[in-house]
């Protein structure tokens, strides 16, 4: 590089239009610092390093430029070529933080996505963040599944070794490293901590659960408390009756997505399933209701909607509500979720159980039941029918595999009270 006797040697020397620069540090050596590409995730997307010439002279000076000169053209011969800076060492860190950027913006179920930043964040950045992304090997991976202590269930690993893919694909795409240099998981042995079984009511529970529900709702402390709890009944009942997931899955429904269809002739009432776990992965489903689950819609719409149009509507058909005219009348209703207030909010159903919970103190036989006790209990109650398990899995939107492996056990708990209750030709058997 061609430094003239006039140049002015500073402390910070900018070259190339800001893409190189020599400038001292608290070494005895000149440093450099060269421009980077933002997906390396260096900060401020440059990258310093020590050029090993002693600051004194002009000639030691021209040396450390034209050293890092030759490194930075070295980097963009690479770059054109589309192969890995092997000099710059992005690390662990640098790239799990792209990652993250990546996770944020993508359409994943809110749940779903805090689960992976919590893995990236709490567990790989700690352990793995200042190891170099190109040795980030076999070794690495098997010492780190050896040395978690959390989440070592079959969802959780599955999880972190999602994001651990993740990781590498982002370097892939990005040059960083080398298919070569990106393990394979078949060679990682990774012991998980077996789910426990579902833990699901007894009748005795759900008996309780009924026979105080409207106790519960009476002892509201105001109307918006009251609003809850009135949707909160209906809503465990529907999750009881049907076994979908509570949160999403079961909140999203609109009115709109309960329709009329065919099924031998015959006509059904179904209900469409776009949000949730499986809504997350555009896995939608339809399910079949029974009449005693349309009684409990219906009873819920008329509940929540009182204009002149519904009250003569009932009037009318005092004697039963006929499918075809109550698909007509929701219409006006059709983009409201049919578990929310009438302001359109949602209420925080956990956070009512945990209230019911309370109020039923020593009533129920467990006290770490859950919402999902609900759709537990209605899969065991199947199980017990002798529903066969492929048409129950596809119903409730899990695999065969699931239901056989963790809902076995929780057959002695509610066997010993359980009465079979058949759906005849007047309840329509929904897994025909």
Known sequence: ??????????????????????????????????????????KNNRVRFSTGCKIGTLESFIEAVNFAKKRKNKHDVLLEEGLPLSDLKPTVKQVALKVIDEFKKEKLHDKTKKGYLRIIENQIIPVLGNCYIKNLGLNELI???????????????????????????????????VQADRPLWKDIKIE??????????????????????????????????????????FYIKFIENTGTRPGDETTGIKWKHIFQSEFKNEARTTIFLEKGKMGDRNKTREIHIDRKTYQLLTQLYFKKFKSEKEIAFLFKHANGIPSNDFMQLKQDHGNEYIFARSCGKTPDYCDVWKQYRTFLKKKLTEDKFTLYSFRHYFITKKLHQEIDVYKLAKYVGNSPTMIRDYYDGSFSALASEFVMEDLNQENLNIFE
């Open 192 to 233: 998980t901590t077996k789910s426990k079984k579902r833990l699901t009511f007894r009748k005795v529970d759900v008996d309780s659960v009924d026979k105080n529900i409207d106790l519960f709702i009476g002892k509201s402390t105001n109307k918006k408390v009251k609003a809850n709890r009135n949707l909160f009944k």
């Open 1 to 42: 590089m061609d430094i003239s006797n006039s140049f002015t040697i500073t402390p910070y020397n900018i070259f190339e239009n800001g893409d190189l620069v020599i400038f001292k540090q608290t070494s005895s050596n000149w440093w450099a610092q060269i421009k980077t590409p933002p997906e390396l995730g260096f």
């Open 143 to 177: 010492d780190f599944f050896d040395q978690r202590d959390t989440g070592n269930s079959d969802t959780q690993t599955t999880m972190t070794k999602t994001a651990l893919d993740r990781i590498y694909v982002y370097a892939l795409k990005k040059k960083m490293i």
